[in-house]
């Protein structure tokens, strides 16, 4: 996997850097975004405080992130030399490659996740993990301020700020919608266990659906046909999922609507899996065309609404309304907010050297 | 179980009243309220209309709920002689005397639910299923009004009326709160499976709660005073469950801050389980006692705020607050609307003869 790739490296980097000698300042901050959103970063903006003599105490590692990156990061992390914080809102690591099999029901949930503290638990780390949402790094302060994802209704407690020597970021990545209105709204993402789940439920809840009384064929026809937008991995993996558990579980509890099943993957490319070797697309693309998934490549989603996709044809510029029961975005991974946030700072303040790896 | 006993004798009821030959009319409506929910009626207002020959057509059979009742009673229908349809906003059975287990982990929700299409298919049942909740039955007319429970987004069709010539209620039990002020809105309660996945994250989320920097050691006992309002055996098996969770799997994980967890049921009566031989109470408590979980009997309920429950002392009428983090209500279950409304209407209309059994 390319994360664990990068992660390690950025790991091995840190530390090198962490390494020298006391007193020789380390200066650096390492952004590492993997494709997929991996993304880890340290920071060290201690040169203007240099002291002669080190404080005798353990240097602080702030870890914002519990995915690929910060994991990889802390496995590879001698705890008892540092003291060591881990900010996530999920309190697991999860093994994504499965999540589409997760929304079909191949595999469960609970088999893709990994507690954290559990992780720490076995491989006998000194960590603290705290389950809160890092919401603004301020590397002037050598903090991030974070907030309970468990509820702030206790006092109003939920918000704190963690200082650090070293901080790792590996916040991996957003949905990026390129702003297409109404995906946010209406589409399903593929990014975390609990999209998966909703995934599911919602693939099911379509069936139920075309089952009640009173619906018309057209409309049978509507909440039936399961839209994939990208045709990356991700899309195309969740696409032949889907078809299995359509082909080989839903058809026989739902005989009755078994006709008006249908999968679409909308491609703005002319090919899916355009980033692998050309034989790998052309097979996936006849093995779908065998399995009746339907294929429409060159199209792009300029809107999506509760219940069509408006799509146009790249190369002749026709729009053209798709119904559609169940939407996936799977065509889009963007930077988070508060990376964004950090970074212009880091920029602006172009008093922290800074380095960017993108994989 | 007392269900499926219940259930089999309406069964057996209902059976041999529709075996009688054709044009000897029966016009029975049979409630069977089972401990702990499984209501099962069937109805046959048709007494009025008699006709000298009856219509070749099947009789029509709507069964309202999947639960205990439900299920027993389709497992004992020959489905090629009548018209079933069976409505229940949830498409599976639930095997119940499991939930306890499944709000800590021992068992998988997955585990104790069965689709209930699936059951149909496997028997080879004719049997149309839709996902809805019946809103009124209207005896007079033979129809129940039911709403499509996965979403009435579609041209707001998801009202759809449903006519019967026998009609099977078993919609099992609501909660019953007593009009305790807070319950409803605070309260975690343990009759669906969603129930138990939601209190299985709510354990936890008090846990890391009670982990984020900044908490006194006062918040962190409330945080992790786990209460339990009603000592039955729904109550008792739950608390007995989570006190392995929480010693077994959670203070491993979070080490430190195991001294403040706690687990109290309250019961208002003298001891728990009392419906039972009360050897059976005595085991239970004492082995409760040796597990460090507090027994509050004698004390009544009588609000529940956000943080802390309101109890009153039975004998000497104090009022007390306990601080809390998590509660569950196991101390009641009522009848639900639509029964009650159901058998006001056949009260009032008078028409229609109708026998309770009351398990």
């Given at each position: 996997m390319g994360f664990?790739?990068?992660?390690?490296?950025?790991a091995a980097r840190f530390l090198e850097d962490i390494r020298r000698p006391a007193g020789v300042s380390t200066a650096a901050l390492l952004l590492t975004a993997a494709s997929g959103g991996g993304i880890v970063a340290y920071a060290d903006s201690s040169r203007a405080e240099e002291?002669?003599?080190p404080p005798p105490r353990k240097k602080k590692v702030v870890v914002?992130?519990?995915?690929?990156?910060?994991?990889?990061?802390?496995?590879?992390?001698?705890?008892?030399?540092?003291?060591?914080?881990?900010?996530?809102?999920?309190?697991?690591?999860?093994?994504?490659?499965l999540l589409p099999s997760v929304t079909c029901g191949t595999v469960e949930a609970r088999s893709v996740v990994e507690p954290i503290r559990r992780?720490?638990?076995k491989k006998g780390k000194d960590v603290a993990y705290y389950e809160a949402?890092?919401?603004k790094i301020d590397p002037t302060k050598k903090a991030v301020h974070c907030r309970s994802a468990v509820g702030t209704n206790l006092d109003g407690n939920g918000d704190f700020m963690l200082d650090y020597d070293y901080l790792v970021v590996a916040l991996g990545a957003a949905v990026n919608t390129f702003n297409t209105p109404g995906v946010m709204e209406h589409c399903h993402f593929l990014k975390e266990v609990e999209d998966a789940q909703k995934i599911r439920k919602s693939v099911i809840d379509c069936f139920e659906r075309a089952s009640i009384p009173n619906i018309s064929e057209e409309e049978k026809r509507k909440i039936l046909?399961?839209?994939i937008i990208g045709g990356g991995p991700t899309g195309v993996e969740f696409a032949a999922e889907l078809h299995d558990f359509l082909v080989e579980d839903l058809v026989k509890l739902y005989p009755a609507i078994e006709q008006f099943v249908k999968i679409t993957i909308i491609q703005s490319g002319e090919h899916i899996l355009n980033t692998f070797d050309q034989r790998i697309a052309v097979f996936a693309e006849s093995k779908f065309q065998r399995d009746g998934i339907e294929l429409s490549t060159g199209f792009r989603v300029i809107k999506v609404s509760d219940d069509s996709i408006t799509v146009?044809?790249?190369?002749?510029g026709v729009e053209t309304l798709v119904p559609y029961g169940m939407a996936i975005w799977s065509a889009g991974i963007?930077?988070?907010p508060v990376i964004t946030d950090f970074m212009n700072q880091v920029g602006r303040a172009n008093d922290v050297p800074w380095q960017l790896m993108n994989g």
């Open positions: 664990s790739f990068f992660a390690s490296r950025a002291a002669p003599e914002l992130g519990t995915g690929w990156a910060g994991t990889s990061f802390l496995k590879n992390l001698d705890s008892s030399r540092y003291e060591v914080k881990v900010i996530s809102p999920r309190n697991y690591f999860a093994f994504t490659p992780m720490f638990e949402e890092c919401l046909h399961f839209v146009k044809c790249k190369s002749s963007g930077t988070r």
